[in-house]
């Protein structure tokens, strides 16, 4: 999605004091044009992110009364989707900064930090360092191969200002830091012509604040490549844009060479030693380097210089030269992923979980379910969903999980409870009112609904404060809550949570020390969570949204009577899909029907689970959430940290087609397929696995009528959703045998797939 404003978040516990989490919208454009659609982006913005403890605005002085005034005199309409905005919220939090022709920040609304001058660069380097790393500035190599600078320094990862370049607004962010700099300036080298944005843009800044000005002449240059050849010094009246130095040094060759006085020359990056950094600050726009203050910064880079001994080449790694801004580029190196049962892929805890509220194949009594969220008003359903409603009301079913409830309550409900606030799901009403008939010894709190005034119901209450949630995947609306409270110094905080379901350990760190944070160590809020289990929180471009979009596309192109075979078996689908937020999500039907019109069944003995269990007491949406947690587990670890299914530029991490020749029970294969993305099934990375993966749906096309192919029509959907890729002779060799199998299902559709491909 590209965005109108550039907006970024990150914390500030060093520059003035602990300012907290800190979003920063940075507006370049003369005029907000649509007030609805900045407030929709920042709402998008916010669902992605955590709550903020200040919120900052950017814009330049140039920017139309009109629009100014939306942001200074009614913050409440411009961030009125923002969780927990409030008038008070705005009046002491909100800071908005208005930038001139020389790039100066004055504050037009809201407190000044004490130390404003750190804030603003803190503000800065942590905006540019985001940018950096969220647009692929940081090129990294794989085992196989490392870089070779133009000075002949080698090392396994270089800067590249250039992809960092890509946003209209980011470049704006970039350039405004450049406006001190243009001082009777007749000319700009750039050392790249990747960078050359930067130069322009400056210049329409400079003309939007109404300067008469003659427009510097830009060039560019291949960085050393020139300093070695060039011998006559630039003019005095030119700026040097210098995209990165892991040193600096490419300024002293300049200096040694008298080619520039070091006033002329800008860096834009810098990642590298202390020493050398103070050595050339007032040049350098952003230091990327990882401090003790500064922990979203990067490592040094492990380099060698010319005449060293490279450990990189010592290993064997192959040397790749950089020449100018560019590198020779390599095939990305491809690793097939064997699925095992060890912990490294499958730990424990996810079988004695789906184990502990398995529903027996009955859709009325299952728990775990698919492509369902809790709101009536949303359109977006989680692709893993925990039905805690029926936990509660069934919690007599579910003996080993009650156990462990009761004993949290004994625990953990003070006695000083004064207010339990539920969110505002049905799971969480339930569990607070089960939590009321578990609490004895006179305990009896005031029971508050998260709606728009429950604030408005603490006045002049102290003692303890429960917040209960029945399951927390993003945590938002908790953090909201914790915010709001602070205006309660009386009331101590209990979040209780009865199933806590983050997507990786790092995030469920970071938020339960979000939530836990107090004013002092000692006035930390407790976070209690009956269960923790690690999963995917995914609710945009789910498998089953992608499905009902790709369904309503091929309904619409294809024939309904001479299509009627696969006209009838889409529709069905469709309905399918459709009652999805009636039935309160999928669970037995969440998979294409075989063929036969069949459910697709887990037969005995699945290898990662150890409980037993029989064909028809499983429901398709627990083994889903098995295979989901080991994906999702797989997805969230380093690229390096094998065994992983993370992705890189030089490195593709993908599931070997052996895997559905070793789980060949259909209904995993439809598990795997769904479950993953389409990194993982990009077998046209790879010869021999694509024409491995054609083998296979080729044997299923030749035993179309027994199990071995009950499958096949979510592999047909993969394909068709470009999700599974081949090499193209594969995939017209497998489609145009499709074409001529007797299944007018199948054979339609390939049909139709080929078709689409041929398109583009």
């Not at 192959?318 to 992923?337: A, S």
């Not at 339990?420 to 709190?445: C, E, F, K, M």
Request: glycine share 4%.
């Amino acid at each position: 999605m590209n965005n109108n404003y550039f907006t970024f978040q990150y914390k500030d516990d060093s520059s003035c004091g602990n300012l907290g989490v800190i979003t920063v919208v940075f507006i370049h454009q003369q005029s907000i044009t649509n007030f609805n659609a900045f407030s929709q982006e920042i709402d998008v913005f916010f669902q992605e992110h955590a709550l903020s403890d200040k919120i900052v605005v950017i814009f330049g002085k140039y920017l139309e009364q009109k629009s100014k005034d939306f942001i200074i005199k009614t913050p409440e309409e411009a961030f009125k989707r923002v969780p927990g905005r409030s008038k008070d919220f705005f009046d002491k939090n909100l800071l908005v900064y208005s930038f001139d022709a020389e790039g100066s920040m004055v504050c037009v609304k809201g407190k000044t930090p004490k130390n404003e001058k750190e804030f603003h660069k803190f503000l800065l380097r942590s905006g540019s360092t985001i940018l950096f790393k969220n647009n692929g500035g940081l090129v990294e190599s794989t085992p196989d191969h490392h870089f070779v600078f133009p000075s002949g320094k080698h090392c396994s990862r270089f800067l590249r200002t250039g992809n960092v370049l890509i946003n209209h607004p980011e470049i704006f962010y970039l350039s405004f830091q450049l406006l001190p700099k243009l001082k009777e300036t007749s000319y700009i080298y750039c050392d790249t012509a990747s960078i050359n944005a930067l130069p322009y843009t400056l210049f329409e800044l400079k003309r939007r604040f109404g300067q008469d000005f003659v427009c510097p002449l830009v060039y560019s240059f291949k960085s050393y490549d020139l300093f070695e050849d060039k011998t006559s010094s630039f003019p005095p009246d030119s700026l040097i844009l210098i995209s990165s130095s892991t040193s600096g040094g490419i300024i002293v060759r300049m200096l040694e060479k008298e080619l520039v006085s070091k006033s002329q020359i800008c860096l834009l990056y810098f990642l590298g030693s202390n020493s050398d950094y103070r050595a050339h600050a007032e040049q350098i726009i952003c230091n990327l380097t990882k401090e003790l203050n500064f922990d979203i910064g990067l490592d040094v880079l492990d380099s060698f210089k010319k005449n060293e001994l490279c450990k990189f080449c010592d290993e064997n790694s192959r040397p790749i030269p950089i020449k100018g801004d560019v590198f020779l580029t390599v095939q990305p190196q491809v690793n097939l992923l064997s699925l095992k049962t060890i912990p490294e892929y499958a730990p424990k805890a996810f079988p004695y979980f789906i184990e502990k509220f398995r529903g027996f194949g009955s859709s009325e009594n299952t728990i775990l379910k698919v492509y369902y969220k809790d709101d009536t008003n949303g359109k977006e359903n989680y692709e893993i969903y925990i039905d805690y409603a029926k936990l509660i009301e069934n919690i007599e079913r579910f003996g080993t999980y009650k156990k462990s409830l009761d004993k949290c309550i004994d625990k953990c409900i003070p006695a000083n409870s004064k207010v339990i606030l539920t969110l505002p799901d049905v799971g969480s009403r339930h569990l607070a009112d089960y939590i009321l008939t578990q609490t004895s010894g006179g305990i009896n709190p005031k029971v508050i609904k998260f709606e728009d005034n429950w604030v408005d119901e603490l006045n002049g209450i102290n003692g303890t404060i429960v917040i209960v949630a029945s399951c927390i995947s993003s945590g938002k609306k908790m953090l909201q809550i914790s915010r709001l409270l602070r205006k309660f110094p009386n009331l101590c905080i209990v979040y209780f949570i009865g199933i806590f379901r983050p997507p990786n350990e790092n995030y469920s760190k970071t938020l339960s020390s979000n939530l836990s944070k107090g004013s002092t160590p000692s006035d930390s809020s407790p976070v209690i969570a009956v269960e923790t289990i690690k999963c995917s929180n995914k609710k945009k471009n789910t498998p089953w949204a992608r499905e009902k979009d790709y369904i309503d596309k091929v309904i619409t192109e294809i024939d309904e009577e001479s299509d009627a075979e696969l006209d009838n078996y889409l529709n069905q689908r469709r309905n399918t899909l459709l009652n999805a937020k009636i039935a309160g999500g999928l669970s037995n039907d969440i998979f294409l029907k075989t063929l036969n019109g069949k459910d697709l069944l887990l037969n005995k003995n699945f290898a990662f689970w150890e409980f037993d269990y029989e064909e028809k007491e499983v429901a398709q949406s627990e083994l889903y959430f098995q295979i989901s947690a080991i994906l999702n587990k797989l997805f969230n670890k380093e690229v390096t940290d094998h065994p992983s299914l993370n992705q890189t530029n030089y490195v593709r991490n993908l599931l070997s087609p052996g895997n559905f020749s070793r789980f060949n029970d259909g209904i995993i294969q439809a598990a795997l397929l769904r479950a993953g993305d389409s990194s993982v099934f990009s077998y046209d990375l790879d010869k021999s696995s694509s024409q491995e993966m054609k083998e296979q749906l080729l044997s299923m096309l030749e035993k179309l009528q027994t199990d071995d192919s009950e499958a096949l029509p979510e592999f047909m959907l993969a394909i068709g959703l470009k999700k599974l890729k081949l090499f193209d002779e594969d995939l017209i060799e497998f489609l145009n045998k499709a074409i001529g199998c007797e299944n007018k299902i199948i054979s339609r559709l390939a049909e139709y797939i080929l078709a689409e491909n041929s398109k583009n």
